[in-house]
């Protein structure tokens, strides 16, 4: 369970009044559409209406990225995520009118990506967000949830599909559910102290800040690392962890327990089903399991926190040939 929210004031221009136009829009996506503070880091730049439950938004994907770096010749796959994340709180501002203090809380996130269509070039990777709102749950008037489904296509070639099932809620719903946890500066000044990163080249990644795992009781078993003051995924105040720190740390503890085979993830089948807080450790054990596919490793990643068992994934990934 996760929520995607960033508090700033709602844009004097909405969205909706420019897409009554006929022809689709095309322009950056202002950041609170997409619940970021950092205008760098939205991938959306645009959007564009199909009919009812069907929305298309382009996203450009930077050839440079501070955290989502390409590797083996392939653009990022949790870029794809990442896209898809923001697309959730776009399609529920303007695609279903949800005002933009309402928080998305995700349940299940389903994500699968071609590798073959995440090829590296010498410009950034255009796409088209091909979105489907079904099982959408309207409460007086307004939106309650729904599951998004989305396909990525980069020219004629599908770069990945998505499912996720999110609730969409307002902020005296969202204040009784997280009580007095809800003050998000406050949460974030009680996050355990960081402890050090295990090598980044285990976790798949350059940069040790960029690591989110630190060794824990066993080759398969870490401690998640919360850098509250990490650029990217603490974009903004918040208070719990963030699903996407959630999704980055599955990855990680994929890779790690696949090393030191070279690995990219082409898979995650993730569910949230209680927020991660920051004033308790949060440990992340993996297993491997049987593999999906020739030339593929699956690892299943279970977070405990406290007696609590608030989010578990499947991750699968791609062994590269040395």
Excluded at 236 to 261: C, F, K, N, W, Y
Excluded at 276 to 285: G, K, N, Q, R, S
């Amino acid at each position: 369970m996760t929520a995607t929210t960033v508090e700033t004031a709602r844009p004097e221009s909405p969205l909706k009044a420019v897409i009554a136009s006929p022809s689709p829009l095309l322009m950056a996506i202002p950041r609170q559409y997409v619940h970021k503070a950092a205008q760098a880091e939205v991938l959306l730049c645009g959007w564009q209406e199909n009919g009812e439950d069907s929305f298309v938004a382009p996203a450009q994907w930077p050839r440079s990225h501070s955290f989502y770096t390409p590797a083996h010749g392939l653009y990022d796959p949790m870029l794809f995520a990442e896209s898809v994340r923001q697309a959730i709180p776009l399609v529920s501002h303007v695609g279903y009118g949800a005002p933009m203090d309402h928080r998305q809380i995700w349940d299940y996130f389903r994500c699968t990506v071609s590798p073959e269509a995440l090829l590296y070039g010498r410009l950034p990777a255009d796409s088209d967000l091909h979105l489907t709102g079904v099982d959408v749950v309207r409460r007086a008037g307004r939106l309650g949830g729904m599951t998004l489904r989305a396909t990525a296509m980069r020219g004629t070639q599908r770069m990945g599909v998505t499912e996720t099932r999110f609730a969409n809620q307002a902020p005296a719903i969202y204040r009784r559910l997280r009580g007095p946890r809800c003050d998000a500066a406050r949460a974030m000044d009680q996050a355990v102290p960081l402890p050090a990163p295990i090598a980044p080249d285990q976790a798949g990644r350059i940069n040790p800040q960029d690591v989110v795992l630190a060794p824990g009781r066993s080759d398969r078993h870490w401690q998640l690392r919360v850098d509250v003051a990490h650029p990217v995924l603490f974009d903004h105040a918040v208070d719990h962890i963030p699903g996407m720190v959630l999704l980055e740390a599955a990855r990680q503890a994929a890779h790690s327990t696949l090393h030191p085979r070279q690995t990219v993830m082409t898979g995650i089948d993730a569910k949230f089903t209680r927020f991660v807080e920051f004033d308790a450790p949060c440990w992340i054990e993996a297993e491997p399991a049987a593999a999906s596919a020739p030339g593929h490793e699956t690892v299943r990643i279970t977070a405990r926190q406290g007696d609590q068992v608030p989010f578990t994934a499947t991750v699968t990934s791609l062994v590269v040939p040395r």
